[in-house]
T-cell receptor, first 112, second 108 residues
Framework: NAGVTQTPKFQVLKTGQSMTLQCAQD?????MSWYRQDPGMGLRLIHY???????DQGEVPNGYNVSRSTTEDFPLRLLSAAPSQTSVYFC???????????FGEGSRLTVL | RKEVEQDPGPFNVPEGATVAFNCTYS??????FFWYRQDCRKEPKLLMS???SGNEDGRFTAQLNRASQYISLLIRDSKLSDSATYLC?????????FGAGTRLTVKP
């Protein structure tokens, strides 16, 4: 079982560059989400999706875009990277029957 | 005030010890509660849900106190493999809010 697959695991960007973090899940979950995790802070929700074609903003959406063209895929785009976006990013897929979140392995992003 | 607050620790305990973590939440509309475990440089994984009546899973016991708005996690007979960060998670109308985590190190 692949679960949630997230790539890349590591990335270094220069300020102003753009990139896309990929996320795919094979559990047929409708609800997917992106979080960032910073030292001393809990995971914070960036964007989420309740199904294909539907996305919405979370707690810290600025500087990020998402799309959900299929149930399986939920990519996160950084439009113009800033040092404040240096963080660990987690994609998650939620089993709405139990409330359990299944996370990808995380993507460590450094913006110089 | 943070929505979900945890003592960051670290808690350093010997093998075999009993250790307890508390977590407080601010939104009285919170509906469901969880403890997740996160190993160093890994993704969080569900440890256990927390039910109103309290629940136990082996050496782990979770309690919920809605009146005081806190949840707790008790680990009995600590093992070296319990060393991790424990995240308190509160669901407010399908909006999951995470505590910053409590770090536990179990020493031989």
């Amino acid at each position: 079982n692949a679960g949630v697959t997230q790539t890349p695991k590591f990335q270094v960007l220069k300020t102003g560059q753009s990139m896309t973090l990929q996320c795919a899940q094979d559990m047929n979950h409708e609800y997917m989400s992106w979080y960032r995790q910073d030292p001393g802070m809990g995971l914070r929700l960036i964007h989420y999706s309740v199904g294909a074609g539907i996305t919405d903003q979370g707690e810290v959406p600025n500087g990020y875009n998402v799309s959900r063209s299929t149930t399986e895929d939920f990519p996160l785009r950084l439009l113009s990277a800033a040092p404040s976006q240096t963080s660990v990013y987690f994609c998650a897929s939620t089993d709405l029957n139990t409330g359990e979140l299944f996370f990808g392995e995380g993507s460590r992003l450094t913006v110089l | 005030r943070k929505e979900v607050e945890q003592d960051p620790g670290p808690f350093n305990v010997p093998e075999g010890a009993t250790v307890a973590f508390n977590c407080t939440y601010s939104n009285s509309a919170s509906q469901s509660f969880f403890w997740y475990r996160q190993d160093c440089r890994k993704e969080p994984k569900l440890l256990m849900s927390v039910y109103s009546s309290g629940n136990e899973d082996g050496r782990f016991t979770a309690q919920l106190n809605r009146a005081s708005q806190y949840i707790s996690l008790l680990i009995r007979d600590s093992k070296l493999s319990d060393s991790a960060t424990y995240l308190c998670v509160v669901n407010v109308i399908n909006d999951m809010r995470f505590g910053a985590g409590t770090r536990l190190t179990v020493k031989p």
